[in-house]
């Protein structure tokens, strides 16, 4: 009887983790074959045109960014990371004003939501150029950049949030004589949040984009300028590893957002 029952209880774990193998697999593979086929699609292009300095293999890209570690992990990627962070954070803290300030007041919706809107439709690339006259090649000029090509999608997402908030259970709040804070605190914000991390989501990938286009048009550190400089020396594979790079942080710090959301907000699976 003992024997029988230590066998079963061995089977278990067994069990567990060949389910767990299965759903790792069918989560990751399809995006696994993606990566694969694109990856050869490139090369095989790249071996086609058999011009690096127009468009390298992955594996002179591989090569070249482990060439110029030293100098992109060093100086160029601490420098780009800095306004990364700086600009996200900003964005955070303003995109998350406007939008609680626009779920208080009504008439504050109707003064600031055109204004957001049309924040949006000013060309980056023509309003960089003034950013870097106005404050040099100091950081604010990339961090304004990010700044303003990254608060949008945290403001309306969040925005958004709080006014998916059902009616009738606002009302029901009400009639326990619930203040508004209540409603805000207890209802809207725990409603808005699963919002709030993928409005994050989104403004991590915009936020690198904005601080690499201000490197890019006006710096003399950061991923941004250094792709600009190996672009000068037709250096195809030198353009592309910090682009590399920045698309793998990126990648890197999405999937702890979603750790951390996963985390924050455990029954976001359930909605």
Same mark, same amino acid.
């Given at each position: 009887?003992?024997k029988?029952?230590?066998?079963?209880?061995?089977?278990?774990?067994?069990?567990?983790?060949?389910g767990?193998?299965?759903?790792?697999?069918?989560?990751?593979?399809?995006?696994?074959?993606?990566?694969?086929?694109?990856?050869?699609?490139w090369?095989?292009a790249?071996?086609?045109?058999?011009?690096?300095?127009?468009?390298?293999s992955p594996?002179?890209v591989?090569?070249r960014?482990?060439?110029?570690?030293?100098p992109?992990? #060093?100086?160029?990627? @601490?420098?780009?990371?800095?306004v990364?962070? $700086? /600009?996200?954070?900003?964005?955070?803290?303003? !995109? &998350?004003?406007l939008?609680?300030l626009?779920?208080?007041?009504?008439?504050?919706?109707?003064?600031?939501?055109?204004?957001?809107?049309?924040?949006?439709?000013?060309?980056?690339?023509?309003?960089?150029p003034?950013?870097?006259?106005?404050?040099?090649?100091?950081?604010?000029s990339?961090?304004?950049?990010?700044?303003?090509?990254?608060?949008?999608?945290?403001?309306?997402?969040?925005?958004?949030?709080f006014?998916?908030?059902?009616?009738?259970?606002?009302?029901?709040?009400?009639?326990?004589?619930?203040?508004?804070?209540?409603?805000?605190?207890?209802?809207?914000l725990?409603?808005?949040?699963?919002?709030?991390?993928?409005?994050? #989501?989104?403004a991590? @990938?915009?936020?690198?984009i904005?601080a690499? $286009? /201000?490197?890019?048009l006006g710096?003399?550190? !950061? &991923?941004g300028?250094?792709?600009?400089?190996?672009?000068t020396?037709?250096?195809g594979a030198?353009?592309?590893?910090?682009?590399?790079?920045?698309?793998?942080v990126?990648?890197?710090?999405?999937?702890?957002?979603?750790?951390?959301?996963?985390i924050?907000?455990?029954?976001?699976?359930?909605?």
């Open positions: 009887m003992s029988k029952m230590k066998k079963d209880h061995a089977r278990v774990p067994s069990g567990a983790s060949h767990q193998t299965h759903n790792f697999l069918s989560t990751n593979l399809p995006a696994a074959i993606l990566v694969a086929a694109l990856l050869i699609f090369q095989a790249a071996m086609g045109i058999d011009a690096a300095y127009i468009l390298p594996t002179q591989v090569v960014l482990w060439e110029l570690r030293g992109l992990f #060093k100086a160029h990627l @601490p420098a780009t990371m800095s990364v962070g $700086i /600009g996200l954070l900003i964005s955070i803290i303003l !995109g &998350l004003g939008a609680v626009m779920d208080a007041s009504e008439t504050a919706e109707k003064a600031l939501y055109p204004l957001i809107i049309a924040s949006q439709t000013i060309p980056t690339t023509a309003i960089a003034l950013f870097v006259l106005w404050f040099g090649y100091s950081i604010w990339k961090v304004l950049v990010t700044v303003l090509m990254t608060f949008f999608p945290i403001t309306i997402t969040v925005y958004d949030g006014q998916s908030t059902k009616r009738e259970m606002e009302e029901l709040m009400l009639s326990f004589n619930a203040s508004k804070m209540d409603i805000f605190m207890k209802l809207k725990p409603n808005a949040l699963p919002y709030f991390f993928s409005a994050i #989501k989104m991590i @990938p915009i936020s690198i904005g690499a $286009i /201000g490197e890019w710096a003399q550190s !950061g &991923l300028y250094f792709s600009k400089r190996m672009l020396q037709l250096d030198g353009v592309f590893a910090p682009i590399v790079l920045l698309s793998a990126a990648m890197l710090i999405v999937a702890i957002v979603g750790i951390i959301e996963r924050a907000i455990p029954w976001r699976k359930e909605l």
